[in-house]
């Protein structure tokens, strides 16, 4: 059994050990804490051994003197969590071309959810995770299969057009597509919709801003907002996303 114990503007943080494995009494809540304050100040090291992490906690003395500690934590007692945000983009040439490839997916990982920019589901997923059906264009809308695909089955959330400033269907066209037939669906039968996702460039921003304005004009806005960043600089797309 052993204790860590630190005082200071970080929360007193308690590991017990016994025999390996972690008892009830250890603090999670501490934990959680410290990491939040150690995620904002950026002083997470991961050690290049995947079964350790150390966490270094800087703080000051009840006499004002700086303090560091090093914890050295086996990852196998922190509390297990994973979080689910991830979509599987599987694309409809994989089903006609590669379908056995679905099985070197991790399907108890940080995938949430599976969509191909189509209607259809992709049969060899297996029900192994939730499908989210596209209307990729108006042939989603137009064609009596396909707009079935998308309005009568049990599909949570919905993608609503794919890039359309690229396919010539005006902000105000889907406005209109929009509240006559996914309105709708969200108020019968609680479906969810991802909006318009539009290209990472100067038209596609317009026509985003533009669709959104006239919807929540409406008092109907999408749940989720859909982009397409295009570029090879991690930074400038997280940048986009927090300006869009």
Known sequence: MYWRRWHGSVDVVRFKNVEGNVTD?????????????????????????????????HSKSRNGFPQVL????????????????RCLLWDWTNTANLPHAIEKINFDGPL???????????????????????????????EPNEWGMVSN??????????????????????ADIWMEKMVPLRK?????????????????EAWLDEFMKKVEALNEPPEYLGLHYYGPDGFAAISYIERM
């Open 25 to 57: 009494d250890f603090d999670v809540r501490a934990l959680h804490l410290a990491l939040r304050r150690l995620r904002k100040t950026k002083k997470i090291t991961n050690f290049p051994q995947p079964s350790f992490i150390c966490f270094h906690f």
């Open 153 to 174: 089955n049990e599909h949570e959330i919905i993608h609503y057009f794919n890039e359309p400033e690229r396919a010539g269907i005006t902000p105000q066209q889907a």
């Open 112 to 142: 949430c959810s599976v969509a191909n920019w189509n209607a259809w589901s992709p049969p060899e997923v297996k029900n192994r995770l939730p499908f989210r059906p596209t209307v990729r264009g108006m042939d989603q809308i137009t």
């Open 70 to 85: 090093n914890v050295f934590l086996p990852t196998q007692y922190l509390p297990r969590m994973v979080i689910k945000k």
């Open 188 to 204: 019968e039968k609680g479906k969810k919709f991802v909006s318009p996702g539009c290209a990472s460039d100067a038209s596609g």
